[in-house]
């Protein structure tokens, strides 16, 4: 039986969408975390991170679904 392709693609398709989103999300936790290792502010910048994150996922999301 041959695979249709354009269900593969579109299969493909939202598994890099979910990759995204999971990018999204990690970056801006990363990017505070060595913000805070490099100066003395230690919880703030993983707590923006987190907030950050949260905040572009929702629009993504958002933008996505709407």
Same mark, same amino acid.
């Given at each position: ?27 801006? %936790?990363? %990017? ?13 910048? %993983? ?13 993504? %999301? ?5």
């Amino acid at each position: 039986m041959v695979p249709n392709r354009k269900n593969d693609i579109k299969g493909f398709a939202v598994y890099v969408e979910l990759a995204s989103l999971g990018v999204e999300m990690f970056a801006p %936790i990363a %990017i505070g975390a060595l913000l805070d290792s490099y100066s003395s502010t230690k919880p703030f910048g %993983i707590i923006s991170g987190i907030l950050i994150g949260v905040l572009v996922v929702t629009f993504h %999301i958002k933008r996505r679904l709407f």
